[in-house]
Every structure is written in structure tokens, then in C-alpha cells.
């Protein structure tokens, strides 16, 4: 199928109150030319770009960046048609449940050049980050303009390349970029955010929460953010602390969302930090875990600017955080997926049965849960007990409307969709009957992953998660 060959799905009107603005469907797009697209953001002009994978088989991938125009369509004088393609990877075996690389994160800088993260095996057998660089053209940037002479400047979160050889894992060191943030205090620097093993001499092979500031300038750590090395997070022992979306604020603090598995018995807790312009932890963020009991007892000591929630722990359930949002006036709100409760208990919070992932939400401020959201500062949102065929629900991102109102995508029901919560953390039945835009498709049946809001608050672009059959693009706000 050719660049041109987009399929355009009828546009999908939604019902608003006159209090807030309309939500729309004004754009649902899908390509065979890429099978991930997990990366997005917005340019000048409504162009929107997304990065992802061509190819669907793990040794096949290849990078793929899209530059489309409002309306959905490719924007021709960006790449080759609206998309430029490019092997990052090293020629290296392929390890067992691994693909060769994946980009999650895309910026387009001030000067209308572009910037794209991507993790890529490394021929220690372990995966690294590298920071690309195009023209507003799509024309890649090479040494010694930028990077290496295939235009790659290496993100070192925890191991550079130059120390693989010391990793003691089974294989060398895997580092993962989640998100790619310009700071919007004109610093000149970006965030990339995700997450590896932890440094050399921690002992930890299992993953650590990362943050690192660049300089748009040329790729190098900035300086003023933390003395130009990565900030880390390890919440306990080598337990696994994974991370997924993260957001910049307008002061250019990093909020960071995650989770980790402590075991037997306690299960996933949410995770999410705070981190200041000059790499300090936020001492005014978090400081808690939730329930402090399980803390206690797992001996994790509360840390300021680090939040640890799980408030569906007495009834068996989890609680996993993909990404985090400023509520305003010292209130976040974490969305992810979870489990209301655990297989064959009741909920003491009111809840179904889970019988697969719910979508799980929790509005927190400096003391705890922010008890005057949703439900006590929690909210869940499940198809058990309806006439769904698959009661599952999966968060993968979400953003926050101008109007407080967060728009949380995925999956509802096993049908893509985005669930619509107001700011007082109810589901917003203005925009549907029940609050959830289910957004079914004949062609790509895959939940949303990745979710970017416009720079003027009107437009919320969605993408599509992993699907052999191609990606999509969804494109919620008002009509022009």
C-alpha cells in the first residue's frame, strides 16, 4: 500500500455541556506502513508527529517517523511522503522476548528541527538509547553535525556502552526511553525518562527509574540537572521499578509514573515521582506510602517526592501507574491499570469482582489520598458486570484537559477506547452515557497507547498499540 493509501473512518460526534468544550472525533486514520506507534507530539501548525516500528515480526523492526497534517493526512514534504524510515539497531543475536528497536518518544524544537528516542540492541547483547536528530525536512542530522556518523548520540542512564562488558547479567545492560519532554522554561534541554539496570557497583541488574536532562544544543548531559548525571530511583533491594510516561510541567519539574511488584502478598504499587528543574526530588511532592502499614512492613521508608500508593490492597488488588498528571493547587492525579480487587475476593471500596485489568485512578496530594476525588481519592472503572464479552480494561496514557477533565486511553471492555473522568473524578457523562468514548475498528483492534494534548488545549491525539494489520491515529477535540 502506497504513502496515500490512509483509510478515513466516518468522524464520531460526541455530546458536551455548554460549560465545557466539545470533544469530538474529528480525525480516525489507520496505515499498514507502521505496526507500533506509541510516541507522539505536536508540532507547529497542528502537524502532528508520531514514532514507532515498521514491521510486525520482532527481527524485521525498523524505526518509522510520521509527520501528519491536522486532518489526518501524511504531510508530503516531511521524509519520503509524510515518513521517514531508518535502522538504528547494531547487528547483533536477538535475545528471547526482545525486538530490535522501538521509539517512544518524539519533540519537535523551536527551530522546527526534530528530535526521536529510540532503544535499540547493541552488540553486547544488551539495548541502548540514542537521541536522533532531523530538519524540519525529515533529513536525518550525522556526525559532525550531531552524533555519531549514523547519527546517534548515546543516552546513558546507568551503564554507557563502553562498560557492557562489565554488566553481569545474562546478558548486557537493557535500557528503555518511555518519553521525550522539551523543558518549557526555554532551558535548551530535554527530558528523556525510563528506565535500566541499576549503575555499576549498586549490585541491582533488575530496573531502576531514570531521568536525564540533554541539551538540545548538541545531545550532551545539561549541567544544571543534577550535575549532568541521571537521577535514579530504586525503591528497594533489585525489585524491578518500571517506568512508563512521564510529563514535564510549566516550572520544568518532571513528573515520573511507574510501578513495582513487592512480592508475595502486596503486589504492584504505583510509584510516581516528582523531580525539580535542577534534579533535586520535590520535598513539597509525595513523602508517603499508602497503606503506611505495608510500608512498614516491607521496610520502605517514606522518601520525599516520591508517591507509593496502592489503596485496593486490603481486598487483593493492584494498583500500576502509566502516567501522572498536575491537577492544580498541590494535586496529582495517577491513571493506570489495576486490579480492584483480588481473584474471588469483594471490594471493601464498592467495586466488582475483578476479573481482569481494571482502569484505576488516584488523586493524591502532599499528605496521601486527596479524599475529596472520586471515591475518597480513588476511582475505578470496570465492564464486569455488564454484557462485555472481555471485562478488561488497560490505561496506557493519559492527559489533562484544561477544564480538569482527564482523558484516559486504552482499552474498555477489550474495545479501544478513552474514558473521560471531570475533575472531581467522576466519569464524565456529558460526553457519552456512561463516560467511556468506546472507538471499535474493523481494521486495528488494538487498545490506544500513547495520548499527547494540543499546545492550545483544544485537541487530544491518540495512537495505537502493537497490531499486525497497521496503526491508527484518533484525533479528539473540536471541530475547526
Known amino acids: 500500500m502506497g504513502m496515500r493509501a490512509l483509510l478515513l473512518a466516518g468522524v464520531v460526534a460526541m455530546a458536551s455541556t455548554a460549560a465545557q468544550a466539545e470533544i ?15 510516541s507522539l ?9 508520531a514514532s514507532g516500528n515498521e514491521h510486525f515480526e520482532r527481527a524485521e523492526l525498523t524505526t518509522i517517523i510520521f509527520r501528519f497534517n491536522s486532518d489526518g493526512s501524511f504531510d508530503n514534504s516531511f521524509g519520503d511522503g509524510g515518513a521517514v524510515r531508518l535502522d538504528v539497531a547494531d547487528d547483533a543475536p536477538l535475545p528471547k522476548g526482545r525486538r530490535r528497536q522501538q521509539s517512544f518518544g518524539i519533540v519537535e524544537l523551536e527551530d522546527g528541527d526534530v528530535l526521536a528516542t529510540v532503544h535499540a540492541l547493541d552488540p553486547q547483547g544488551g539495548q541502548s538509547i540514542y537521541l536522533l536528530r532531523f530538519d524540519h525536512d525529515g ?6 553535525e550531531w552524533g555519531d556518523e549514523r547519527g546517534r548520540v548515546e543516552v546513558v542512564f546507568g551503564w554507557p556502552n563502553a562498560d557492557n562488558g562489565k554488566f553481569t547479567g545474562e546478558v548486557g545492560p537493557v535500557d528503555s526511553a518511555w518519553n521525550l519532554w522539551i523543558d518549557p ?3 535548551g534541554r530535554v527530558y528523556v525518562i525510563g528506565h535500566g539496570p541499576g549503575p555499576e557497583g549498586s549490585g541491582r ?17 545539561d549541567p544544571a540537572f543534577n550535575g549532568g548525571k541521571p537521577v535514579s530511583y530504586n525503591s528497594m533491594g533489585d525489585l524491578a521499578d518500571n517506568n512508563r510516561r512521564g510529563k514535564v510541567e510549566a516550572d520544568g519539574s518532571v513528573l515520573s509514573a511507574g510501578w513495582t511488584d513487592f512480592g508475595e502478598g502486596y503486589g504492584n504499587f ?16 509525595g513523602g508517603f506510602v499508602h497503606p503506611a502499614e505495608a510500608g512498614e512492613k516491607l521496610g520502605l521508608a517514606p522518601q520525599p517526592g516520591v508517591a507509593v500508593m496502592n489503596p485496593f490492597l486490603a481486598d487483593g488488588g493492584g494498583a500500576e501507574s502509566y502516567a501522572a498528571m498536575a491537577a492544580g493547587d498541590g494535586i496529582w492525579i495517577s491513571s493506570g491499570p489495576g486490579e480492584a480487587t483480588g481473584e474471588g475476593k469483594g471490594s471493601s471500596l464498592g467495586y466488582k469482582g475483578s476479573q481482569a485489568n481494571d482502569f484505576v485512578a488516584m488523586a493524591f496530594d502532599k499528605d496521601g489520598l486527596h479524599g475529596a476525588w472520586g471515591n475518597d481519592g480513588v476511582q475505578a472503572v470496570q465492564s464486569e458486570g455488564t454484557d462485555a464479552a ?5 490505561i496506557a496514557d493519559a492527559v489533562m484537559l484544561p477544564d480538569g477533565r482527564s482523558v484516559n486511553v486504552g482499552l474498555y471492555a477489550g474495545i479501544p477506547a478513552a474514558m473521560i473522568l471531570t ?10 452515557d456512561d463516560g467511556i468514548i468506546e472507538l471499535p475498528s474493523d481494521k486495528i483492534d488494538s487498545g490506544f497507547n500513547a495520548a499527547f494534548l494540543s499546545p492550545d488545549g483544544k485537541r487530544v491525539a491518540i495512537t495505537s498499540d502493537v497490531n499486525k494489520a497497521g496503526s491508527r491515529l484518533v484525533i479528539l477535540g473540536e471541530e475547526d
Not at 469530538?24 to 506509541?38: F, N, S
Not at 507530539?41 to 508527529?49: E, H, R, S, V
Open 185 to 187: 522554561t526555554d532551558s
Open 270 to 285: 504505583a510509584v510516581i515521582t516528582r523531580i525539580l528543574p535542577d534534579g533535586r526530588f520535590d520535598p513539597g511532592f
Open 139 to 144: 533529513k536525518q542530522k550525522v556526525a559532525p
Open 390 to 394: 472481555e471485562p478488561r480494561e488497560d
Open 24 to 38: 469530538h472525533a474529528v480525525v480516525d486514520v489507520t496505515t499498514d506502513l507502521a505496526t507500533d506507534l506509541r
Open 41 to 49: 507530539a505536536f508540532g507547529a501548525d497542528g502537524k502532528i508527529y
Open 423 to 432: 475533575a472531581d473524578g467522576q466519569l464524565d457523562r456529558s460526553v457519552s
Open 205 to 221: 541488574t533488575k530496573l531502576d527509574r531514570y531521568v536525564v536532562a540533554l541539551k538540545t544544543s548538541d545531545g550532551s548531559p
